[in-house]
T-cell receptor
Framework: DGGITQSPKYLFRKEGQNVTLSCEQN?????MYWYRQDPGQGLRLIYY???????QKGDIAEGYSVSREKKESFPLTVTSAQKNPTAFYLC?????????????FGSGTQLSVL | EDQVTQSPEALRLQEGESSSLNCSYT??????LFWYRQDPGKGPEFLFT???AGEEKEKERLKATLTKKESFLHITAPKPEDSATYLC??????????FGKGTRLSVIA
């Protein structure tokens, strides 16, 4: 089945540690996105990539980093500079580069701080 | 600054009790308004895209409408399986989607 796979489902981070969230898609979509969701809040955009080897900062990029070396993969690293990382992280993709295309979401990763 | 406001924050309905969710927006150059459904602990699922005022789309018990300032998601004779958080998002210009905070819908049998 085509779709977006996020792993792990749950992740725990120790203070000062960098952690990487995986996002893989087999939909052959050009664009990929990372969102952060906090309880009672809307989705906030962290980074997005419209093409391989290129990505742009979203509204809350500080403390995060990404790479887009392959079309199907868009990993997100939560660095130690992100002081409040506990949240639900969602990866998404869209077929083309046009911003008004619908998004397909993964099932999310819940990150918590030990 | 673009804004998307959803109301109410939470809505509790009896099974069969129809109602509407609201999404008001203030953007310049709207290119699309999107509705998504999100179940607890899962990613959102796409429901509808509306592009211009006066447009309507339906799917089972859901109907979405759009005016120049807001969109409504009408739920007719809801069932318990319609319980979820409904997210509205708007896209303007060449910027990515801006999401509202969502409406948590509970349908009680």
């Amino acid at each position: 089945d085509g779709g977006i796979t996020q792993s792990p489902k749950y992740l725990f981070r120790k203070e000062g540690q960098n952690v990487t969230l995986s996002c893989e898609q087999n939909l052959n979509h050009d664009a990929m996105y990372w969102y952060r969701q906090d309880p009672g809040q809307g989705l906030r955009l962290i980074y997005y990539s419209q093409i391989v080897n290129d990505f742009q900062k979203g509204d809350i990029a500080e403390g995060y980093s990404v790479s887009r070396e392959k079309k199907e993969s868009f990993p997100l690293t939560v660095t130690s500079a992100q002081k409040n990382p506990t949240a639900f992280y969602l990866c998404a993709s869209s077929e083309g580069q046009a911003p008004d295309e619908k998004l397909f979401f993964g099932s999310g990763t819940q990150l918590s701080v030990l | 600054e673009d804004q998307v406001t959803q109301s109410p924050e939470a809505l509790r309905l009896q099974e069969g009790e129809s109602s509407s969710l609201n999404c008001s927006y203030t953007v310049s150059g709207l290119r699309g308004l999107f509705w998504y459904r999100q179940d607890p602990g899962k990613g959102p699922e796409f429901l509808f895209t509306l592009y211009s005022a006066g447009e309507e789309k339906e799917k089972e018990r859901l109907k979405a409408t759009l005016t120049k300032k807001e969109s409504f998601l009408h739920i007719t004779a809801p069932k318990p399986e319609d319980s979820a958080t409904y997210l509205c998002a708007v896209q303007a210009g060449n910027t990515p989607l801006v999401f509202g905070k969502g409406t948590r819908l509970s349908v009680i049998a």
